[in-house]
């Protein structure tokens, strides 16, 4: 079963991701509140995929997915964010995000992302 | 205040608790000069965005309409509007409002509008007291109760 990191500072994000993925067949094995909480669980659990959200406290989810990708440029990320402008999506790909995807979200929206990924 | 920046939110929000929840915003008012005090309904979120321009947006719930979004949303039965968990999801809904309507503001003007994370306080016939900023106000209706949007902005478009 692949295993999936969640990092957001949205405990409603965190429980209506986890209900998406667990009905369809994933395993989360690790939640983050935040980008630098996200870095140390990755390191940790090593999972198949990482859904990184983009402004949190600590660390965002764009310094995270740069300092996750410096170390394991094998790993796998969706971004997940409210924020979808032209120059946020730039960044975030350059920053080496596989997906981005703007809330809000629905169970194909998620499914489809992952299937392009892992 | 300038259209172009009141549209956007009051779009965002009636299409985002479509979307999220199921529930239809029924009457919408025209924007409101605002007078610098909202005297709330009792659920009410607060986000603030900077950028080239700097703005907040404040969305108010009667109670019984937060917990109609709460339970369509966390498919909660009876949801308790003190449990942070619930209160966290009337603070999501406006960082996606928020942010959904920034990112149409920020691609056709290029403000660069980021969010802060939100805060949500409850309380009946609160009075919210802002510092002197040109701002809106907007009511609106749905089947399970009443809202208002409140938004805020210092400095605006080019003409």
Redesign the interface.
Known sequence: MKRILIVD?????H??LRKTLERNGYEVCADATNGREGVELFEKHRPDLVFMDI?M?VMDGIEAVKTIKAKYPEAKIIML????????MTQALEAGVEVFL???FDDYKIISAIAKVI | MDSRLVTPYIESTVQIIRQMTGIEVTEISEPMPGSGEISAYGVTSVIAFAGTIKGRLLIDFQPELAVHIIKNLMREENPVLRDRLMLGCIAEMNNIIAGDANTLLNNEYGLGLRLAPPMVVTGKNMMLASSKVDSVTVLGRTDYGDFKLNIAFQGGLPS
């Not at chain 1, 500072?9 to 994000?13: L, R, T, V």
Request: net charge negative; no cysteine.
């Open positions: 500072d949205s405990p409603m994000i429980n209506l402004t406290p964010t409210a924020m979808g402008d032209d120059e946020i703007k809330k809000p």
